[in-house]
T-cell receptor, first 111, second 118 residues
């Protein structure tokens, strides 16, 4: 079993829909949680960063962390075709720089 | 201005050859990494260097040898290439950013080197 599990998709939704992306993890030492967006043939870019449990909002994006359930989510509101990409969750224990990634969810927003 | 740049972007080579990938960052970051992304998009860390010192060395065949001549450069040399080495290799760098709620290691990735072994 992988340390971080993520539904690989693919996921296709119409433009304007709310998208929910999720990861579960098994290592209770993880404290820092990130979401990366990766466009085709590009490197991952940091989208959201959350420390410990709670919610964080940035524009159309909301990241949620529930450490008790070992579950993190990324919500995208008013989805746009430009949001079409692979979304990777990543996490690491405190004080350790090694990131452990999920397998990524491929998202397509249909105009 | 490219923050983390890798060369080459594409590399096609035969089994058994030796090849190198180069990475440079102009962000002034102290830590650099090599990640491997397989065909299913799974990203896995291979190595990490902090100020030219190796700090993470995951279970990687010793055919892979990283070298960091200075903190802005991290190269990856691969000996005796095998078919299973075909993947996209990403270089990344990071620096601690002190924020409310704890330090954050801001990662910046390069665009990747697509290695195909035939």
């Amino acid at each position: 079993q992988k340390e971080v599990e993520q539904d690989p998709g693919p996921l296709s939704v119409p433009e304007g829909a709310i998208v929910s992306l999720n990861c579960t993890y098994s290592n209770s030492a993880f404290q820092y949680f990130m979401w990366y967006r990766q466009y085709s043939r590009k490197g991952p870019e940091l989208l959201m960063y959350t420390y410990s449990s709670g919610n964080k909002e940035d524009g159309r994006f909301t990241a949620q962390v529930d450490k008790s359930s070992k579950y993190i989510s990324l919500f995208i509101r008013d989805s746009q075709p430009s949001d079409s990409a692979t979304y990777l969750c990543a996490m690491r224990p405190g004080g350790n720089e090694k990131l452990t990634f999920g397998t990524g969810t491929r998202l397509t927003i249909i105009p | 201005d490219t923050a983390v740049s890798q060369t080459p972007k594409y590399l096609v080579t035969q089994m058994g050859n030796d090849k190198s990938i180069k990475c440079e960052q102009n962000l002034g970051h102290d830590t650099m990494y090599w990640y491997k992304q397989d065909s299913k998009k799974f990203l896995k860390i291979m190595f990490s260097y902090n100020n030219k010192e190796l700090i993470i060395n995951e279970t990687v065949p010793n055919r892979f040898s990283p070298k960091s001549p200075d903190k802005a450069h991290l190269n990856l040399h691969i000996n005796s290439l095998e078919l299973g080495d075909s993947a996209v290799y990403f270089c990344a760098s990071s620096q601690v950013v002190v924020r409310t709620g704890g330090p954050h290691y801001g990662y910046t990735f390069g665009s990747g080197t697509r290695l195909t072994v035939v």
